[in-house]
């Protein structure tokens, strides 16, 4: 298991706000069969641990202050303390709730993240179990609104009703809002008209091992005018 950082954008600063590390496996197998498969063997913590040990392992390359975001199901948040490794505090952290966490599991995230001091997201909303409710009880710091929204925004009532009401929900308990799936310019120009604060995605970059970050970052940089402030 290895890891790519994708960049996270403050779309009103223009600027580089941090990083979400996502697994790559080998075998050529998406994460979320390798993930799936866990889950169904009994071993999700145990795989969830293992990546998050190493994604901390591995930030080295990031500057002091940026944001690092890592995915968890809710199970693995509330064995958090299990973990023996340490968050480096020159960084800031988060933890992203999965989608597929079922409400049973989540009951002491928030309550968690808090005392670890690090930041709460939830993960894919408007998929699975991450809804509206979901975000008026947790109360996170970010709502990742899913890909598929952006994607089908334009050409659905639907999907912007879903959307609008997510945002809504987010805004209500004060949490800011990220677009994900941001693969064009045009995409750009619609999250930013819906008021997100952050976006990630294709459009930035597809993500990058620890040891082409720096020079990923200065071409994001020149490419579209991000500020990435101590790449």
């Known amino acids: 298991m290895k890891f790519v950082f994708q960049p ?21 197998r998406s994460p979320d069969l390798h993930f799936d498969q866990a889950r169904s063997e009994g071993r999700l913590i145990e795989l969830e641990h293992q990546a998050i040990k190493q994604i901390v392992a591995s930030t080295d390359c990031i500057p002091d ?3 690092v975001t890592m995915n968890a199901s809710g199970e693995s ?9 340490s968050l480096d505090r020159r960084l800031r952290w988060g933890l992203e709730l999965n989608e597929g966490s079922e409400p049973s ?15 709460l997201l939830v993960d894919d909303a408007g998929v699975a179990y991450a809804t509206s409710e979901r975000i008026m009880n947790l109360r996170p710091d970010i709502v990742k609104l899913d890909r598929s929204l952006i994607a089908g925004y334009r050409g659905s009532p639907e999907v912007q009703e879903l959307t609008h009401s997510l945002l809504h929900a987010a805004r209500s308990c004060g949490a ?24 990630q995605g294709y459009f930035y ?17 020149r490419r579209v005018g991000i500020d990435v402030s101590g790449f």
Do not use: W
């Open 176 to 199: 800011k809002t990220l677009a994900e799936g941001v693969e064009t310019q045009g995409d750009v120009e619609l999250v930013v008209s819906l008021g997100f604060d952050y976006a």
């Open 65 to 67: 202050g940026y944001l």
């Open 8 to 28: 996270v954008i403050d779309l009103k600063r223009t600027s580089l706000l941090g990083f979400e590390a996502l697994a790559r496996f080998s075998d050529g």
């Open 77 to 85: 948040i509330q064995y958090f303390s299990d973990l023996t490794c």
């Open 105 to 119: 599991g989540c009951t002491e995230v928030r309550r968690i993240t808090q005392e670890l001091n690090v930041q």
């Open 205 to 221: 970059h597809r993500g990058l091992p620890p040891a082409d970050l720096a020079e990923g970052m200065r071409e994001l940089n």
